[in-house]
């Protein structure tokens, strides 16, 4: 409202955060057998996967919801990369934050799926975080599906309600 113009490096901290996915793992991950609790877990290892798993869908989001924010008058990282680099379209600024959202995924998935990375974490504090991160890959992928009472309804029924049709051959 101050007309303040963050970087992007700047949003991105800030951003990330407001997913809010931090706020729903950490007391979760308590709960897991074997508990957080019961391992000696040393900040940069847990951080680092939860930043990553803040960031990706936080960028996910972004790519669907450039067009309402912008007519809202509102920032987010697809603007900035248009307002730091004059002369891109809606285009390449999409490419350039998909290409993030790919980097980073790949590593994400590295401190999850193998071992070594992220040593410290049982393995069920780390899936936990997977399944965070693809639930919000469902509700930001295609679309800005969160922010709809209606696009989800089908997944929703296919995953609780309707029975899977498999054919005996």
Known sequence: MGGFVPSMEEYLGNGAVSIALHTIVLPASYL????????KIRAGEYQTVTKLAMLI???LNDIQSYQKEEQEGKLNYV??????????D??????????IIYKNWGEFLQHVLMD???????????????????????FFHSSNRYDSNT?????????????LNIRSN
């Open 32 to 39: 897991l057998n074997p508990s957080l609790a019961d391992y």
């Open 57 to 59: 869908p936080r960028l």
């Open 79 to 88: 603007l900035l990369y248009m307002k730091e680099n004059p002369g891109t």
């Open 90 to 99: 809606i285009q390449d600024s999409t490419a350039y934050v998909r290409e």
């Open 116 to 138: 070594g990375l992220a040593e410290e974490l049982p393995k069920s504090c780390k899936f936990l975080h997977l399944s965070c991160v693809k639930v919000f890959q469902m």
């Open 151 to 163: 696009d989800m309804l089908q997944d929703i029924q296919k995953a609780i309600y309707i029975p």
